[in-house]
């Protein structure tokens, strides 16, 4: 029967995908956390959806982030091996907003979560997606990474998210989300 620890990581270190270990406190493992934290909250809302082609798009995104968060973890020796997240990724979010800009009215004032479960999900997940945004820019910004478009990436992202969760509160009935200003 496989061991599920190795105890390498007992002395407060984890290994890249690479030569090398680094502190579990260091940024890089802060924002692979938030991208596995942002793929887990997904699938929480991807077991909430009512509307299948979100279920398909939760699913494709899970699988982009997984690949991601592998491109954070390569040492700059194997960085090359590990880039997969490119400008056609990004291009592929933004023509999926595209698509679901035609089908959800966008609300005028900042929106309370909570129309629907799956809106919910849905809003917690974008809420982690822009964490792991702000970590891995902080990243590029040292120079720790060069693929901007890991950045552009989790950007147009917290936005496709936040399109999917206004479309399954207009399909749970709820098209007129709860505003956060009282009227």
Do not use: W
Not at 10 to 15: E, F, K, L, P, R
Not at 116 to 123: I, V
Not at 145 to 168: K, Q
Request: with cysteine.
């Amino acid at each position: 029967m496989a061991k599920f620890y190795t105890g390498q990581g007992d002395d407060g270190s984890t290994g890249l995908l690479g030569e090398g270990r680094i502190p579990k406190y260091d940024l890089r493992m802060e924002a692979i956390g938030a991208v596995d934290e942002a793929s887990a909250a997904l699938g929480v809302a991807r077991s909430q959806c009512s509307r299948s082609e979100n279920q398909t798009r939760i699913l494709r995104i899970q699988r982009e982030l997984y690949r991601l968060m592998a491109e954070l973890a390569a040492t700059p020796q194997t960085a090359a091996r590990f880039h997969t997240i490119d400008s056609n990724a990004v291009r592929r979010l933004e023509d999926e907003i595209g698509i679901l800009e035609q089908s959800v009215s966008a609300p005028n004032e900042f929106i309370l979560p909570g129309d629907s479960s799956a809106g919910a999900a849905l809003d917690l997940a974008r809420t982690i997606v822009r964490r792991a945004e702000r970590r891995v820019t902080e990243i590029l910004a040292r120079g720790e990474i060069t693929n901007a478009d890991l950045g552009r990436y989790l950007n147009r992202l917290s936005s496709l998210v936040f399109l999917m969760e206004l479309s399954e509160n207009a399909a749970s009935g709820r098209e007129n989300p709860s505003l956060a200003k009282e009227k």
